[in-house]
């Protein structure tokens, strides 16, 4: 096999890996997402609307703010609207 034919078939093999590389990578970026769909219930980390003495939402580690510091936002660990003066027994400060 001449020496330009075997540097082609390289450069493709190449290619090809590199593809299923990328592959690779974007099946990883997804997997976050799917896992946001199993996000815990209200029920199950016993949340409440009101603080739990000096322990409330928006200083929780997982809260997601809303567009003030008064709105309701989201948390990366209990799914539905949370409201930035609750808690739950997951609260991480
Ligand atoms: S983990 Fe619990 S305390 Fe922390 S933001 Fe989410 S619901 Fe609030």
Known sequence: MSQ???TDLNRRALLRHG???LAVVGAAAVIPAQADDDMLSKATVHYQSMPHGAQHCSDCAYFIPGNDAAAVGNCRLVAGV???NGWCERFSS
């Open 4 to 6: 330009a034919k075997q």
């Open 19 to 21: 593809g299923l590389l």
């Open 82 to 84: 949370i409201d930035p």
